[in-house]
């Protein structure tokens, strides 16, 4: 123990060392994680003379903030970007163009989640709030150059959604789906803690920057620690973004789930798993992409095919949908596989077309089902056209967006991703990736069929009642980007390749 005397001694004066801070970098973090904290307590003590809608507004408003602050910052980058809080985040058009992304998924579900809610009567100031506090984790997850930092962002992306899941009391479907989400969740981050565990061993440190260094070839004397870590992480991951053989929570979870949170969990919970992965394999263990691919190889092969052929038996729309979404995690790996620029451009492209197509496609969902959130079966959709002709229009375009059909950006996704796998003579997995995208393409046609065929007087789904129009906005949006952006693809090409990789600094 130190002497009183020589504590007495310490000067005042010398000044603790605290990192440097980029209060502007951070601001689309800070935008997204403090609305809800402010909006909570304001709520508290004036919820009886604001409008109802207004948790809603503010979520929305929350999601367009953090876009305009990604943006700016894009726009103010210095070369390919730069790093904070002693390189323990980064700041570069990797993380910024995926953070939009989650900002986009908060935005549009806020806009037409609200309706379902009334509908529903679920707590729409909670739902709103852990929404956003969901978001703020998968933007750290973003910009995570610290696997510490990494491990925090999805844990606060998790627990929220745990608690989303379950957000139906009176459903019996939705209290299982939380449940079971929470238990295998919990079982896949402790698989990603001991991977960090490990990694640490073998190098010393959980800064991504010391990590790359440290697993460059020749370094390590014993690199079977750090493939043992490489490959708890990937289980961890392979969780988050519903991979084979890690997808079993998927079907039951989007089945039971309130369709608004399935919107957000397959886009924005999809986006930050996979910018963890990109972020941790891509670019921390860029130098040993022979070793790992062969691990996303199986992955992707996997997720491809199950997803493809499990989906196509089916009879509920919602878990058709899942298994659909566990096949476009293995398309996106296709492009990871590659550990190459073209392969990462072509994942960040295919993330970015699938989010709008996610959250589009549950928004129709959500108005399809009538009260109680339970007539999603094929049978419920037969007719659809002829009472809601604008919504099965509206479907039509997301689920060809899915399938692959041309002058949709779902087309030019899986070409790219295809293509990267042929730029890297990997063309077994770019013919079973094709193969796939045709079989798959009869999963969505039973859907339309259902839709464009019965009788009129059938009114299993949605009846005669308007569309409300916030789910009207939500999915006219998304439509309209699909469209758009399949037709005049350039402009969203040009934004995908200008996300730099990832920038990684070794601690000091």
């Known amino acids: 123990m130190m002497p009183l005397a020589q504590i007495a001694q ?31 307590t304001i709520w508290s003590l004036a919820s009886p003379w604001l409008p109802k809608r207004t948790p809603s507004i503010v979520a929305a408003l929350a999601g367009i903030g953090t876009i305009v602050a990604a943006a700016i910052q ?5 070369g390919d970007g730069t790093t904070t809080l002693a390189n323990a985040f980064g700041i570069d058009g990797f993380s910024l163009l995926l953070t939009m992304l989650i900002a986009v998924a908060v935005t549009l579900t806020s ?13 729409s100031a909670e739902f709103f709030v852990l929404l956003m506090l969901s978001a703020s984790g998968g933007i750290v997850m973003t910009g995570a150059n610290d696997l510490i930092v990494l491990f925090l962002g999805l844990e606060v992306l998790s627990i929220a959604v745990y608690i989303l899941a379950a957000a139906h009391l009176r459903r019996f479907e939705s209290q299982e789906a939380g ?120 992955l992707a092969c996997l997720s491809m095919v199950l997803g493809t052929v499990v989906g196509i038996v089916q009879d509920n729309v919602k878990r058709m949908l899942a298994y659909s979404s566990i096949s476009h995690a293995g398309f996106i790996l296709v492009g990871a596989e590659s550990a190459t620029d073209t392969g990462l451009s ?4 295919y993330l970015t077309a699938y989010t709008f197509i996610a959250i589009g496609s549950f928004a129709i969902i959500s108005v399809a089902s009538p009260r109680g959130d339970d007539a999603t079966t094929i049978g419920d959709y037969r007719g659809l056209a002829s009472r809601k002709p604008a919504l099965a229009f509206g479907f039509t375009v997301l689920l060809l967006a899915q399938a692959g059909i041309p002058f949709t950006t779902g087309f030019l996704a899986k070409f790219k991703v295809i293509g990267a796998a042929v730029e890297t003579e990997s063309y077994v997995l770019g013919v079973i990736a094709m193969l796939a995208a045709v079989v798959g393409a009869f999963l969505y046609l039973r859907i339309m069929l259902a839709m464009y065929t019965g009788d009129d ?36 090409i040009d934004l995908v390749n200008d996300a730099s990789p990832p920038v990684l600094q070794a601690a000091g």
Not at 111 to 123: G, K, V
């Open 10 to 40: 310490i000067s005042f004066s010398d000044k603790l060392e605290t990192p440097s801070v980029d209060w502007a970098g951070l601001s689309p973090l800070l935008v997204m994680a403090a609305t809800p904290l402010f909006f909570l």
């Open 74 to 78: 894009w726009a103010q980058l210095d």
């Open 111 to 123: 806009i037409f989640a609200w309706d379902y809610l009334e509908r529903e009567d679920i707590n």
């Open 179 to 298: 449940i079971k989400y929470f238990v295998l969740g919990a079982f896949a981050s402790a698989f990603l803690l001991y991977g960090i565990a490990l990694v640490y061993g073998a190098t010393g440190s959980t800064n991504l920057g010391i990590i790359r260094d440290a697993s460059a070839p020749g370094v390590l004397e014993d690199v079977g620690l750090l493939y043992g870590g490489m490959a708890l992480l990937l289980v961890g991951f392979g969780f988050k973004i519903a991979a084979v053989p890690f997808h079993a929570w998927t079907p039951d979870v989007y089945h039971g789930a309130p369709s608004p949170v399935v919107s957000f969990m397959a886009s924005a919970v999809k986006v930050g798993g996979f910018a963890a992965l990109l972020r941790v394999f891509w670019a921390t263990f860029g130098s040993l992409a022979d070793d790992w691919a062969p691990m996303i190889f199986v």
């Open 346 to 349: 072509a994942a960040l492209y």
């Open 457 to 492: 007087a059938d009114d299993a789904v949605t009846g005669r009642e308007p569309i409300p129009w916030s789910a009207a906005l939500t999915i006219g949006i998304t439509v309209a980007f699909t469209l758009f952006f399949g037709i005049f693809a350039d402009p969203l």
